[in-house]
């Protein structure tokens, strides 16, 4: 029983850590809007490092929180002004609850390869579909 007890606890810590270690960020895949057409949004898990989307300047996240605890979105902006960090965009999504964010300035958000990196503290149970209008 001490055995399976401790095997139990190591695999639970093993999948632990591997939630944890860092990742590169998920890409998220545009979804068109169309004012003739409605679509279904497709999701994608927030991972470690957040999730990156190409950014040009008419895309909008739809954030889904099924996490039991709120949890604060952030979007990097990598950008200087006068050689100051410019401070990133910070909200919160209540526990159960979903928000929609955007558009993202392409000249604030966008990183040199014109995408958006945004992250989930925490990031558990944190789903986002990227919409372009």
Known sequence: MRRLLRA???LAVCLI?????SAAPATL??????SSTPITPAFTS??????TFNNNGRVMLYITNDNITTVTITATTP?????????DMSFVVGPGASKVAGPFQTKLY??????????A???????VSALRY
């Open 8 to 10: 139990s606890i190591l």
């Open 29 to 34: 895949t545009l979804q068109d809007l169309s």
């Open 79 to 87: 950008v200087l002004f006068y050689g100051m960090a410019v401070g």
């Open 121 to 127: 503290s925490p990031f558990l149970s944190v789903t």
């Open 110 to 119: 966008n990183d040199a390869d014109e995408n958006v990196t945004v992250t």
């Open 17 to 21: 850590l591997a939630l944890v270690v």
């Open 46 to 51: 927030v991972v470690t490092d957040g999730v």
